[in-house]
C-alpha cells in the first residue's frame, strides 16, 4: 500500500521561509506526478504545485509561482516544496498527493489523485 508522509510544517514569521517533505514508499516516484495542496480555514483545498518527471512537465499556481519551488530527490523518495517570503495567507494545511494517470502536471497541477498524505500545518504569523 502507498503512503505519503508530508513533514516539515510549522510557525515562521512573515518573510520567512520553510521546506516541506513529502516522503514516498510502496509506489515508483518516476511513474507518478506529485503535487503539493493547501486547505486554508474555510477555504477550499487549493492545488500549489505539481512534478513529473516523467515528462518533466511542472506546475506553480499563480498565488505561490516564484516565490515556492518544487523538487525531488529520487535517491530518498522524496519531494520537497520549498517556500520563500512566506506571507500570513500561506497559512494552511499542506498535503502532498500522487497522481498515476500519466498525464503529467500540464496544464494545471494534477489530473486525479490516487494516494494523500495527512498533511502538514504551517503557520505564518508574527
Known amino acids: 500500500q502507498a503512503q505519503l508522509v508530508e513533514s516539515g510544517g510549522g510557525l515562521v514569521q512573515p518573510g520567512g521561509s520553510l521546506r516541506l517533505s513529502c516522503a514516498v514508499s510502496?509506489?515508483?516516484?518516476?511513474?507518478?506526478?506529485i503535487g503539493w495542496f493547501r486547505q486554508a480555514p474555510g477555504k477550499e483545498r487549493e492545488g500549489i504545485s505539481c512534478l513529473a518527471t516523467y515528462d518533466r512537465t511542472t506546475y506553480y499556481a499563480d498565488s505561490v509561482k516564484g516565490r515556492f519551488t518544487i523538487s525531488k530527490d529520487s535517491a530518498k523518495k522524496t519531494v520537497y516544496l520549498q517556500m520563500n517570503g512566506l506571507k500570513p495567507d500561506d497559512t494552511a494545511v499542506y498535503y502532498c498527493?500522487?497522481?498515476?494517470?500519466?498525464?503529467?502536471?500540464?496544464?494545471?497541477?494534477?489530473?486525479?489523485?490516487?494516494?494523500w498524505g495527512k498533511g502538514t500545518l504551517v503557520t505564518v504569523s508574527s
Open positions: 510502496g509506489l515508483r516516484l518516476g511513474d507518478y506526478a
Open positions: 498527493a500522487a497522481d498515476g494517470s500519466g498525464y503529467g502536471c500540464q496544464p494545471n497541477g494534477l489530473h486525479g489523485i490516487d494516494y
